[in-house]
């Protein structure tokens, strides 16, 4: 990001490189800047802002934008947000707000929402790399109540009866790291709504938890 040369600006930067690193450009950026001035953090004669002013700035634009890809996921889940936001194209995948430029981030988004819609809060996963376990918490990230289950730690009936009494949906991550045994303590119980995944990776689960969203 350009900064000033001078001393006496060395604390600013450049309000047009700001708005490009946020993912403002072109007339989404002069919409931003109008944003700006209406806020009062900028006049139409300055060309930087201090950089003590960027918290508020990302404040003012956040509240006021919502900026997406072209994805049709993130466009979804963007109206889905509701009308309090204008959305606006992000300059480029990483500034999309839905996704960041991931493709799973995205289909996360999209299962939460049907999830959330359908009354479905509490989730139980078995199966699935640590690796992969990890990147679906993060992804996540609090939105739903969680639980991940290894598919080859040891699991008792009654760890699988406890978590099947707690969830709204028990997801079976088939084609992963997942041990017959550790599977059957859940898809032989007789209580609890469980459904089976049968593909890897995240998209695909994200894909299964929509479907079964979209029967609750």
Known sequence: M???????????LVIEAVLDDLGFTGDN?????????????????????????????RSVLSARFMLVCTRAPCREAAVAAGAN??????ARPTACEVCGGSANAAEI?????ALVDGGLRRIVVVGGS????????SLIAGRLELRLVSGTDRRTSRDAKADLSWADLVVIWGSTELDHKI???????SQGRVV????????????????????S
């Open 2 to 12: 350009e900064r000033s040369s001078s001393t006496d600006d060395a604390a600013d």
């Open 29 to 57: 950026a002069r919409l931003a800047r109008t944003a700006l001035e209406e806020a009062g953090l900028t006049n139409a004669k300055k060309k930087r802002i201090s950089a003590a002013k960027l918290s508020d700035l």
């Open 85 to 90: 936001r204008t959305v606006l194209a992000a």
């Open 109 to 113: 988004g999209k299962a939460i929402t």
């Open 130 to 137: 640590p690796s992969t376990r990890e990147e679906l918490r």
């Open 183 to 189: 599977s059957k303590l859940y898809t032989g119980a």
């Open 196 to 215: 089976t995944c049968a593909k890897r990776g995240i998209a695909a689960l994200a894909e299964t938890l929509a479907k079964a969203a979209a029967r």
